[in-house]
């Protein structure tokens, strides 16, 4: 009943900028926390950058500084900007979310998107 879209990946040159976006829709009463992966080929799923509800965040050390997490809770939507980009950054990314469907006390699940592709090249 909840479903992750992202949606903002493409091709761009080194030092270019994204915006990655991740519509959040379904049952949902409170998402917990949010944040992106991301994958390249041959090598395990990484997290980048991640936001709890209160709006705290967190990234991991390669893109700090150049990249910024966000959301709009009125959208439930994530979003993660992405400026100076490097070939290094290339990457299937994805939208992950920690969410209580509806109130009382149970438990949370952990939803995924399907990934977008981010490719950096000259």
């Known amino acids: 009943q909840v479903h992750l879209v992202e949606s903002g990946g493409g091709l761009v040159q080194p030092g270019g900028s994204l915006r990655l976006s991740c519509a959040v829709s379904g049952s949902i009463f409170s998402i917990r926390a949010m944040g992106w992966y991301r994958q390249a080929p041959g090598k395990q799923r990484e997290l980048v950058a991640t936001?709890?509800?209160?709006?705290?965040?967190d990234y991991v050390a390669s893109v700090k500084g150049r990249f910024t997490i966000s959301r709009d809770n009125a959208k439930n939507t994530l979003y993660l900007q992405m400026n100076s980009l490097k070939p290094e950054d290339t990457a299937v990314y994805y939208c992950h979310a920690i969410i209580q469907s509806r109130p009382g006390n149970i438990p949370t699940n952990d939803y995924w998107g399907q990934g977008t592709q981010v490719t950096v090249s000259s």
């Open positions: 936001i709890t509800s209160g709006g705290n965040s």
